[in-house]
């Protein structure tokens, strides 16, 4: 996942929820699961390594 984001020049922010009561308090209120990984941008939550998805919201990424 964070490979794919930096090949396509996403700036992204990691968060570890095995650490951090609160990344997992967001994961869980916005995917009601514990899956990882999930990226979160802007209304889309992706759960999972999901390619096609992830070139989606990174072409709609760049178009702003």
Do not use: H, W
């Amino acid at each position: 996942m964070k490979e794919f984001l930096s090949q396509n020049n996403v700036e992204f922010v990691e968060y570890n929820v095995l650490e951090d009561k609160a990344a997992l308090d967001e994961m869980l209120r916005l995917t009601r699961a514990r899956c990882v990984p999930v990226v979160v941008a802007g209304e889309d939550v992706i759960m999972g390594f999901d390619p096609p998805r992830l070139a989606q919201l990174v072409a709609r990424i760049k178009q702003i």
